[in-house]
């Protein structure tokens, strides 16, 4: 993808052909429409090399925009892979969680960015359909036109914008009431290290909402809980059983999609990570993504953007 100067001008700064200079300069961006299509780093990894390989055959002269031409292919890619991840979940062994990312500090800055990556947020855009889920990214996330995503779904204009009105109509009703800061996050994450630490559970319970649901993803490869725990006094027995096994220091704090959260650590190597979902000042949701093969973007920290 890059071409160097010749062994002449070995003062020359390195140049970039113009496909891979847009896609370099766009490269975060396609990444971050992926992944929030996706919930999956491997696979928005994926679709990023399948949109580099069309991009590479692309006559430039022809390209207008761009930024939106490289859009359209990620998104197309991303719709294909979506349906196929879909099958695959069907065969998965008890519950799927989004894969966690350590983001950088200017995500948590960007008040829609963080919202649109937290783990609450991916898992509403879990139950709209694979072309809603797109509209909806496009559209509220990235504030593209109507024409510009129905040229990456293609649909008409007309219909993106009903697909666009049923998606944020169904997502306002499933997605946390108002967006919560990074400061309501982090005093219910130190409750849960207090409850570690000193094995005294009362200060998270009093933060759990009646109705708090717990999800863990062990990918069949390693413990969780394979069904939703639903309700104060079981969520509080699986953390009370879990935390008695944790060393309190192997807690750390970490900056996951955008927002708080924690990261158990097993002889240096993430175990699990911790997400939480606040609604009116009370934990209604518990994350805890065990799943090997979803920790691996914990080591370095991912850079997203609109």
């Known amino acids: ?55 590479a055959s692309v006559d430039l002269d022809t390209v207008h925009d761009r930024r939106a031409y490289l859009v359209r292919i990620t998104t197309r890619q991303a719709l294909l892979r979506l349906r196929t991840l879909g099958r695959r ?39 709209l359909t694979p072309t809603e889920r797109a509209v909806f990214v496009l559209r509220d996330v990235f504030d593209l036109g109507y024409g510009e995503i129905a040229g990456a779904v293609d649909k008409s204009p007309a219909t993106v914008r009903q697909i666009a009105h049923r998606a944020r109509a169904h997502v306002a009703a499933r997605r946390p009431r108002e967006v919560v800061s990074a400061a309501e996050t982090r005093h219910a994450l130190e409750a849960f290290q207090r409850a570690a630490d000193t094995g005294d559970l009362q200060d998270l319970l009093d933060l759990l ?12 490869v390693v413990r969780a809980v394979l069904s939703p725990v639903v309700g104060v ?7 009370a059983a879990g935390l ?18 924690l990261v158990l650590r097993v002889d240096g ?38």
Do not use: C
């Open 209 to 220: 909402a009646p109705d708090v649901v717990f999800l863990g993803d062990g990918g069949g």
């Open 89 to 127: 979940k069907e065969s998965y062994v008890g519950t799927w969680l989004p894969e966690p990312l350590l983001t950088t500090p200017d995500v948590a800055e960007d008040v829609v960015l963080a919202d649109s990556v937290s783990m609450a947020m991916l898992l509403v855009l879990e139950t």
């Open 244 to 261: 008695a096994r944790i060393d309190a220091a192997s807690l750390q704090h970490a900056q996951i999609n955008g927002y708080p959260a």
């Open 233 to 239: 006094g079981k969520v509080a027995a699986v953390l």
């Open 1 to 55: 993808m890059m071409s160097r100067s010749g062994a002449g001008d070995t003062g020359r700064a390195e140049r970039m052909d113009p496909a891979t200079e847009a896609f370099v300069a766009h490269r975060n961006l396609l990444f971050t429409v992926a992944y929030e299509m996706l919930g999956s780093a491997a696979d928005a990894e994926d679709v990023l090399q399948e949109t580099w390989l069309r991009w």
């Open 269 to 306: 190597e993430p175990d699990t990570v911790v997400a939480v979902r606040i609604d009116d000042g009370r934990i209604t949701g518990l994350y805890a993504v065990r799943n090997p093969a979803k920790l691996s973007h914990l080591e370095r920290e991912t850079a997203l953007r609109r």
